[in-house]
């Protein structure tokens, strides 16, 4: 009789904790994710260079960050997302070389979004250990983004039209479905004993 109690009320606590946990994760998970691609494409190409890239080819960005935190811009509320944040990352696929926001010695690279949610550009300057590559903005500009090493050079544009977003699976909502489950099979339990 007494094994039987210890297993109930180890069974009870453990649930109890597994709750507790859920919910304590959920109050804590209030991120807004979103999963992010744009596309470039090459104006200019030097006919060797590192990149292995030609006039008209494609280059791309993609990633995630959290669109609840940002520096508005005051001059023309263009949204900056700061990817030195740990809730954000991208990666930049630039012919056969891939950089990474952690590559950037500016400190991580920023986006920058329109107050409508337009992708209007990305600042980035790679580090050495790559062939030097450099996004120093904004759309519209001819040559917005610059690839250059002993090899060769390619200049390219971003393409703001390209650019698709998707929210990430909401955390919060998904944890507060799973403890209130978890709470419903509780009363089941104690219904039956």
């Keep these: 009789m007494e094994i039987k109690m210890k297993i109930k009320l180890t069974h009870k606590t453990a649930i109890k904790s ?3 946990a859920t919910l ?3 109050s804590q998970a209030q991120a807004a994710l979103v999963n992010f691609s744009v596309n470039g494409t090459i104006n200019q190409a030097a006919s060797e260079n590192s990149w292995g890239l030609e006039v008209g080819d494609l280059f791309t960005a993609s990633g995630q960050f959290d669109d609840s935190i940002f520096t508005l811009d005051t001059d023309d509320s263009t949204k900056i997302f700061d990817f030195t944040s740990s ?3 991208m ?3 630039f012919g056969s070389t891939v950089y990474t926001d952690i590559m950037d010695v500016l ?3 920023n986006m920058f979004l329109t107050a409508s949610g337009a992708f209007d550009g990305i600042s980035y300057l790679s580090d050495s250990v790559a062939p030097g590559f450099e996004s120093t903005g904004f759309v519209g500009g001819q040559y917005d983004v610059t690839g250059t090493d002993s090899a060769g050079f390619v200049d390219g544009t971003w393409d703001s039209a ?3 977003q998707v929210a990430a699976v909401p955390v919060p909502a998904a944890i507060w ?3 209130s489950g978890l709470l419903g099979l509780v009363g089941i339990g104690r219904r039956k004993h």
């Design 107 to 109: 400190d991580g690279a």
């Design 91 to 93: 990666t930049i696929s």
């Design 87 to 89: 809730t954000n990352n």
């Design 24 to 26: 304590l994760t959920a």
């Design 162 to 164: 390209s650019y698709t």
């Design 18 to 20: 597994l709750i507790c």
């Design 177 to 179: 479905l799973f403890g």
